[in-house]
């Protein structure tokens, strides 16, 4: 039994997992592991070695070369910043390609493999928040509290179109969002391995009339806390 306990917090692109997950972690006095971001970096680390996303093998041994260099470390705004080494890549694999390209690369079950592990240590004590994809139904199908976070496709994609519109990308469109937003979908949703699905005993949390701070709250509502 663990004294504090794990919320795990699933989703597709888009849902605001990364902001809710930040803030339920902050309210908690909780650690917040950034699953996503871990297969964000393999993605950028592949392509920066000209490595296919496509090719498994490859792919997973260079997310297996990344345990020694990737870290996680708390930014003075209170985000999580990423590391390779001393190299804070945080902005970089927050790309619409590295979405794209985590999605790829996170199908691969040598990729899985080597983070699994990661991923697990992180948590394993309790007094954690962890979003991605498949908490709740691989990582840590036992955890105390699981919510899975959506929101329509059009919400999801004017969220992301906005954000990045505010990062100076003025080249971007919602046409363009939109159809990033279903490809990753239908990637997450259709791979075989792990595949983007709810937990049978995870919470339904639909944001597409929520903003963000009652989004947090009806998720604060739900943990059990010791």
Do not use: C, W
Not at 48 to 59: I, K, M
């Amino acid at each position: 039994m663990r004294a504090r306990p794990i919320i795990a917090i699933d989703g597709p692109a888009g849902a605001g997992k990364s902001t809710v997950a930040r803030l339920v972690a902050e309210k908690l006095g909780y650690v917040l592991v950034d699953t996503g971001a871990m297969y964000r970096a393999v993605a950028l680390a592949a392509t920066r070695r000209s490595v296919p996303f496509e090719s498994g093998v490859e792919v997973g041994e260079i997310a297996r070369s990344l345990l020694a260099t990737l870290s996680f470390v708390r930014g003075e705004d209170g985000s999580v910043r990423v590391l390779f080494g001393s190299e804070d890549v945080s902005p970089l694999i927050r790309t619409p390609e590295m979405s794209l390209g985590a999605s790829t690369v996170s199908a691969h079950p040598d990729v899985r493999d080597a983070l699994l592990s990661l991923q697990r240590n992180a948590g394993k004590d309790g007094g954690v928040v962890l979003e991605g994809r498949d908490i709740g139904t691989v990582v840590f199908p036992d955890a105390e509290a699981k919510f899975f976070l959506t929101a329509t496709p059009e919400v999801r994609a004017q969220r992301r179109f906005e954000e990045l519109r505010a990062k100076g990308d003025a080249t971007i469109t919602f046409d363009q969002t939109l159809a990033d937003v279903q490809k990753r979908d239908a990637q997450d949703s259709g791979r075989a391995v792990a595949p983007l699905r709810p937990a049978d005993d995870a919470t339904l949390v639909d944001s597409s009339s929520m903003n963000i701070e009652e989004t947090v709250a009806f998720i604060l509502a739900r943990v059990k806390r010791p």
